[in-house]
């Protein structure tokens, strides 16, 4: 599988986004093609996220807001919402 564009090698590895929108968009399917289980944290997600999340892949959307302990067990975690308290929250976790 090739690489995520940080050259990270994520076959397989837990991959946490939080946040549904524009840039979650443009990041999920590069994880996804660089071999990451996706889990995707967020109350709604843009049509084509949602099309990735009802397929067999290896997306996991979580159909809710941030919580606390999401970034359990996340190798790499990435917060991408409008709201800058939420990803200070997101950071502040990982």
Same mark, same amino acid.
């Given at each position: 599988?090739?690489? /995520?564009? @940080?050259?990270?090698? @994520?076959?397989?590895?837990?991959?946490?986004?939080?946040?549904?929108?524009?840039?979650?968009?443009?990041?999920?399917p590069a994880?996804?093609?660089?071999?990451?289980r996706?889990?995707? &944290?967020?109350?709604?997600?843009?049509?084509?996220?949602?099309?990735?999340?009802?397929?067999?892949?290896?997306?996991?959307?979580?159909?809710?807001? /941030?919580?606390?302990?999401?970034?359990?067990?996340?190798?790499?975690?990435?917060?991408?919402?409008?709201?800058?308290?939420?990803?200070?929250? &997101?950071?502040?976790?990982?």
């Amino acid at each position: 599988m090739p690489p /995520y564009l @940080l050259a990270l090698r @994520l076959g397989g590895r837990r991959v946490l986004v939080v946040g549904g929108g524009r840039v979650a968009q443009r990041r999920v399917p590069a994880l996804l093609a660089a071999g990451a289980r996706v889990v995707l &944290v967020a109350p709604e997600v843009t049509p084509s996220l949602e099309d990735l999340a009802s397929g067999d892949g290896d997306l996991t959307w979580l159909r809710r807001p /941030y919580r606390k302990g999401d970034c359990d067990g996340a190798w790499l975690v990435q917060a991408v919402t409008d709201d800058a308290k939420v990803n200070g929250q &997101v950071v502040a976790e990982a």
